[in-house]
Nanobody, 118 residues
C-alpha cells in the first residue's frame, strides 16, 4: 500500500520559515518524481515545487528564491524548505509522487496546513 504522510505545517509569522516533510512508503522512491502542491481556500490546487526522479528541481515563479524542494531517496522523504513566507502562502500543502513512466497515476498525501499570519 502506497502512503505519503506530510508533516511540519503550522502557524508562522510573515518573513518566517518552515520546513515540510513527506514520508513515502510502498513505492521505490528513487524511481519516482515527487512534487509539492498547495491549495488555498476558494482556489485551485497549484504546483509549488518538486524534484524529478533524475534529481532535477523545479518551482513555481511565485516561490522562486524562497522555496526549495529536495528529495532524500535513502530516507524516502521529500522536503520543502520555505523561507520569507508571505500571507499569500497560506494553504494546505500536499505532496505527490508519480513514476515518470505513468505521470498521470499520482499518489497523494493527506495535506498539512500552513498559515502565515501575524
Amino acid at each position: 500500500q502506497v502512503q505519503l504522510v506530510e508533516s511540519g505545517g503550522g502557524l508562522v509569522q510573515p518573513g518566517g520559515s518552515l520546513q515540510l516533510f513527506c514520508e513515502v512508503s510502498g513505492i521505490t522512491f528513487s524511481r519516482h518524481s515527487a512534487n509539492w502542491y498547495r491549495q488555498a481556500p476558494g482556489k485551485e490546487r497549484e504546483l509549488v515545487a518538486g524534484v524529478t526522479s533524475g534529481g532535477l528541481t523545479n518551482r513555481a515563479a511565485s516561490v522562486r528564491g524562497r522555496f526549495t524542494a529536495s528529495k532524500d531517496n535513502a530516507k524516502n522523504t521529500l522536503y520543502l524548505q520555505m523561507n520569507s513566507l508571505k500571507p499569500e502562502d497560506t494553504a494546505v500543502y500536499y505532496c505527490e509522487a508519480h513514476s515518470p513512466l505513468q505521470p498521470s497515476h499520482k499518489y497523494w498525501g493527506q495535506g498539512t496546513q500552513v498559515t502565515v499570519s501575524s
